[in-house]
């Protein structure tokens, strides 16, 4: 699905209304009808009080359609304008008269005094501002998002919160519990350093012309359940193990063998037919005991790698999980670096002993997908200020070495040469110890099986995700562990394929 700027969405908005000869006000309608419908799902106690704080523009017009729907459906209502400017757009201006005819307890707000009492309400819907917003907030519209991120209460954002810039970094916005927004996702929704404005993001198509959409140019894209559909193999009903592709997991030290181990059971979970681990001695008994489909091939040294030889064939590499970052550690994964030209995934200490040694990124064959949660990524690129220039860097980074960078997070991006993809499925469940590990051995596996890299890192960060999704009701997200996501691989496949268990 295509992330739009405010710009673009803007023209979509304007070209719906000349493609499919509706009116400004009938598409209004659509949104305002969109937002009523996810809210009387998710809160059906109409004795809430609910207060609607509308701006004077087509975001507060919304606002006061979605009070009259909740007015006429029997909810608690007391809607408000905040006139933060005299120019009221037209379709706002109507919905304020109609407000009025119906009855629906309504106010206006133009000074700090006239601001409720937010306290006797249960809910606070934000309708202030949407991706109309040009400029810093200040005044009356100020005072009343301080007041409502200070009052605790439960705050749904119609389109974007009020104050958050679509395209650009914001400071000061509604900080909102959910945000609904109208069918085209907005970069700044999934981004970590918004996450205190935007809450929870829910997608609610409104019937913009998908002609429009179709039209507008872009390289940022949300991933869908139907993208990866459409990606994943067919499984050939001659497929055998030899068929179905090698992989080759290497890492692993004292102590840290389990990476080794988590990433070689995804990798054969994740459909490659054959895998093969590359540990010090320490590793094999552990990886033997727990794992016996996988072939372990030993290091010289008991404690960690001095070298990495071995003479079969696999066909992609993931290489990095728990290794440390010893000399003799570094040395063995330069040699490996200079002869290998396979496909590759690089995670953990591989990562940060090329921050070490930013020279050897050079060696990488093109394509190679590194998976660096922020820390990683910052030794690797240097800092940042805001997360537009985190993407800015990540991506100049990535097209300088060719390489596929996925930025791990609540919402992972991954950046393919031009390209930026979003990532939404997971929870915060999948911040467990080992779920990196996982996540390496799943592309190390798709990378095997003859995926794209940029396919691979697309499909092995959804699938990755999912799994979260397919246990919320099962697991508690506490006691979910990197064992879980490897439980539930052939799971999400199911999902996908069937879409027969919903997100
Ligand atoms: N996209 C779609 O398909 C559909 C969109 N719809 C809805 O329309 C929303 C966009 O509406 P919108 O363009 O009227 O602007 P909105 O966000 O309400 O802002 C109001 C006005 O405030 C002003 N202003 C800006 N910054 C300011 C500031 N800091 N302090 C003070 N004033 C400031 C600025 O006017 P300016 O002063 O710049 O002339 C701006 O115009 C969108 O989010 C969605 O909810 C749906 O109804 C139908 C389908
Ligand atoms: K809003």
């Known amino acids: 699905m295509k992330i739009l700027s405010a710009g673009q969405i803007r023209e979509i908005d304007a070209k719906t209304i000349h493609y499919e000869g509706i009116s400004s006000l009938e598409l209004m309608k659509h949104a305002a009808g969109a937002f009523y419908d996810w809210f009387t799902k998710k809160y059906t106690d109409k004795n809430d009080a609910i207060l609607i704080l509308s701006g004077v523009g087509n975001n507060g017009g919304d606002g006061l359609m979605v009070a009259r729907l909740l007015h006429k459906a029997g909810y608690r209502v007391q809607a408000c304008v905040v006139e933060y400017s005299e120019n009221y757009t037209e379709d706002c201006a109507h919905n304020v008269r109609r407000v009025k005819a119906e009855n629906i307890p309504f106010k206006r707000i133009t000074k700090e005094k006239e601001i409720p009492n937010f306290s006797e309400y249960d809910i606070l819907i934000d309708a202030l501002f949407g991706t109309g917003l040009s400029r810093e907030i200040t005044g009356i519209a100020a005072e009343v998002i301080k007041k409502m991120n200070e009052s605790g209460k439960t705050i749904v954002s119609i389109d974007v919160p009020g104050g958050l810039f679509p395209d650009k970094k914001t400071t000061f916005a509604v900080e909102a519990d959910e945000t609904v927004t109208f069918q085209i996702p907005k970069l700044a929704l999934y981004l970590p350093d918004n996450y205190r404005f935007v809450g929870n993001v829910t997608i609610v198509n409104i019937g ?3 002609k429009a959409i179709a039209e507008a140019s872009t390289n940022r894209y949300l991933i869908e359940k139907k993208d990866i559909r459409e990606l994943l193999k067919p499984l050939s009903k001659f497929a055998h193990k030899g068929t179905q592709g090698h992989a080759l997991i290497i890492g692993g030290s004292l102590g840290k063998t389990g990476t080794v181990c988590l990433a070689s059971k995804a990798a054969l979970k994740t459909g490659c037919g054959l895998v093969s681990a590359y540990l010090p001695k320490c ?34 590499i993931g290489i990095g999980i728990g290794m440390g970052k010893r000399e003799e550690t570094q040395h063995a994964f330069y040699r490996f670096l200079q002869k290998n030209a396979l496909p590759m995934v690089i995670d953990a200490d591989g990562l940060n002993i090329l921050s070490l040694h930013p ?15 922020p820390k990683e990524l910052s030794r690797l690129i240097g800092e ?17 070495y060719r390489l596929i960078v996925i930025i791990k997070g609540a919402y992972s991006l991954i950046i393919d040469s031009d390209n930026l993809y979003v990532n939404d499925s997971g929870t915060p469940a999948l911040a467990t110890a080992g779920s990196g590990d996982v996540l390496t051995g799943i592309i190390a596996s798709l990378l095997a099986q003859g995926y794209e890299p940029g396919h691979a890192a697309r499909v092995g960060v959804y699938l990755h995700g999912l799994t979260a999704n397919l246990t919320q009701q099962t697991i508690h997200p ?9 439980d539930n691989i052939g799971n999400a496949y199911f999902t ?8």
């Not at 996908?496 to 997100?503: A, L, R, S």
């Open 496 to 503: 996908i394929e069937n879409g027969m268990i919903k997100k």
């Open 384 to 400: 940042w200020s805001d997360d537009y220039e985190k993407i800015e860097k990540a991506t100049a980074f990535a097209q300088k």
């Open 478 to 486: 506490r006691s979910f562990v990197a064992s879980d996501i490897i």
């Open 359 to 373: 020279e050897w990124l050079d060696l990488l064959p093109p394509k190679t997908i590194l998976t660096p949660h």
């Open 208 to 210: 913009l012309s998908e």
């Open 283 to 316: 590793g094999t008994p552990v990886i033997q005991t727990h794992f016996p489909e996988a072939m372990a091939i030993e290091d010289d040294n008991s404690a960690f790698i001095t070298h990495i030889d071995y003479d079969i064939s696999p066909n992609a």
